[in-house]
């Protein structure tokens, strides 16, 4: 009779009949590191488990960019006492749907699978959208969870965002010019620099040139982010740092940061070290500072896989936050380098996946 019982509950829950439930246990996922043309496993596992004898889920994901894999689909021990049904309603959807003999009270994997990513597969763009449609226990009463989606971690095959050579910091000012005799179609940087020019987000460091592997200054990547954000006019006159002059080309975007809550200065505070080279942990604090300001970001406690085995503390969540959003995709499977020198292709890359592909919020 149980065997029946959850070979029935298999099927409503392939049909949608569940209850509704609130956020308790969490079914996160991670996925490993791809490069186009590369197969990616992605898993899923159920955490914080208050005892589970039924679930479903529904996956979506971009057909165009992944493709699962038919030997793909495989529980782990936790959740091999049970009986599993799957169900594509279509092309880049996958229902599951599993019903064990008792409650399950221990965390454990959910489902492995396995998928091949596309051969034109731009950086991070693999996201599987996961969705609970019923988690119960043995006697069918609604077990509290809550869902996240994954990002698949996508390598590009041109080193992505290496760190750059140094050498001595260009200064932005001088007239832009439509085409850079310096950047590389096939490079990962291309269509950030040129969209960034199109903006005046930069205007090149000589007529034709746009320097991409010279390191930015920290004034560099504050006016382009000022820019980016449509060249705002600072409410204060005040200056808070002795190293900022007047009638320095980023003079309004540095107190325009001050005033956003994107830049505290160094040091004491008295002052911002203008020339000095951004580091990559730098940049994505101002970025995320900025969406900080327009409400936006983690709100209370979140929960989030990253690879990055490097991360400073004070930018933890910044790094997160673009890590999940796509901005960053860091220089190796478990590395971010935070405290390499950021390199003006890179900035204006960061800047391009978070203003012109990436939802802010």
């Given at each position: 009779?149980?065997?029946?019982?959850?070979?029935?509950?298999?099927?409503?829950?392939?049909?949608?009949?569940?209850?509704?439930?609130?956020?308790?246990?969490?079914?996160?996922?991670?996925?490993?590191?791809?490069?186009?043309?590369?197969?990616?496993?992605?898993?899923?596992?159920?955490?914080?488990?208050?005892?589970?004898?039924?679930?479903?889920?529904?996956?979506?994901?971009?057909?165009?960019?992944?493709?699962?894999?038919?030997?793909?689909?495989?529980?782990?021990?936790?959740?091999?006492?049970?009986?599993?049904?799957?169900?594509?309603?279509?092309?880049?959807?996958?229902?599951?749907?599993?019903?064990?003999?008792?409650?399950?009270?221990?965390?454990g994997t959910l489902v492995t699978l396995t998928f091949r990513v596309a051969e034109d597969a731009e950086a991070n763009s693999g996201i599987v959208k996961v969705s609970a449609g019923g988690v119960s226990n043995e006697n069918g009463?609604?077990?509290?969870?809550?869902?996240?989606?994954?990002?698949?971690?996508?390598?590009?095959?041109?080193?992505?965002?290496?760190?750059?050579?140094?050498?001595?910091?260009?200064?932005?000012?001088?007239?832009?010019?439509?085409?850079?005799?310096?950047?590389?179609?096939?490079?990962?940087?291309?269509?950030?620099?040129?969209?960034?020019?199109?903006?005046?987000i930069t205007t090149g460091t000589a007529p034709g040139v746009f320097s991409p592997d010279a390191p930015c200054s920290r004034a560099q990547a504050v006016t382009f982010l000022w820019r980016a954000e449509g060249c705002p006019e600072?409410?204060?006159?005040?200056?808070?740092?002795?190293?900022?002059?007047?009638?320095?080309?980023?003079?309004?975007?540095?107190?325009?940061?001050?005033?956003?809550?994107?830049?505290?200065?160094?040091?004491?505070?008295?002052?911002?070290?203008?020339?000095?080279?951004?580091?990559?942990?730098?940049?994505?604090?101002?970025?995320?500072?900025?969406?900080?300001?327009?409400?936006?970001?983690?709100?209370?406690?979140?929960?989030?896989?990253?690879?990055?085995?490097?991360?400073?503390?004070?930018?933890?969540?910044?790094?997160?936050?673009?890590?999940?959003?796509?901005?960053?995709?860091?220089?190796?499977?478990?590395?971010?380098?935070?405290?390499?020198?950021?390199?003006?292709?890179?900035?204006?890359?960061?800047?391009?996946?978070?203003?012109?592909?990436?939802?802010?919020?």
């Amino acid at each position: 009779m149980k065997r029946l019982t959850s070979v029935l509950l298999i099927l409503l829950l392939l049909a949608g009949a569940v209850p509704a439930f609130a956020a308790d246990a969490v079914i996160s996922g991670q996925a490993g590191n791809a490069s186009p043309g590369e197969t990616v496993t992605v898993t899923l596992d159920l955490t914080g488990n208050p005892g589970v004898a039924a679930w479903s889920l529904t996956l979506e994901w971009d057909a165009d960019v992944l493709r699962l894999e038919e030997q793909g689909l495989a529980l782990s021990d936790t959740f091999s006492n049970g009986f599993l049904a799957s169900n594509s309603d279509a092309e880049g959807q996958l229902r599951l749907a599993w019903a064990g003999l008792s409650d399950v009270t221990g965390d454990g994997t959910l489902v492995t699978l396995t998928f091949r990513v596309a051969e034109d597969a731009e950086a991070n763009s693999g996201i599987v959208k996961v969705s609970a449609g019923g988690v119960s226990n043995e006697n069918g009463q609604a077990v509290a969870v809550s869902t996240e989606q994954v990002r698949v971690p996508i390598r590009q095959t041109d080193g992505g965002e290496a760190r750059p050579a140094e050498p001595e910091t260009p200064k932005e000012d001088t007239p832009m010019t439509p085409m850079f005799t310096d950047l590389s179609a096939e490079a990962y940087y291309y269509k950030a620099a040129l969209w960034a020019a199109e903006q005046g987000i930069t205007t090149g460091t000589a007529p034709g040139v746009f320097s991409p592997d010279a390191p930015c200054s920290r004034a560099q990547a504050v006016t382009f982010l000022w820019r980016a954000e449509g060249c705002p006019e600072p409410a204060a006159a005040e200056n808070p740092f002795t190293d900022v002059s007047a009638d320095a080309y980023y003079y309004k975007a540095v107190l325009w940061a001050v005033e956003r809550g994107i830049t505290k200065g160094t040091g004491d505070g008295s002052t911002f070290r203008p020339e000095e080279p951004c580091t990559r942990a730098q940049i994505v604090t101002f970025l995320y500072r900025n969406v900080q300001a327009e409400g936006g970001g983690f709100q209370g406690a979140w929960m989030f896989y990253i690879p990055f085995r490097d991360l400073p503390d004070w930018a933890f969540e910044s790094i997160a936050w673009c890590y999940m959003k796509g901005i960053t995709t860091g220089t190796g499977e478990t590395t971010f380098s935070p405290d390499a020198v950021c390199s003006r292709g890179q900035i204006v890359t960061f800047l391009y996946r978070a203003f012109a592909e990436t939802e802010i919020g």
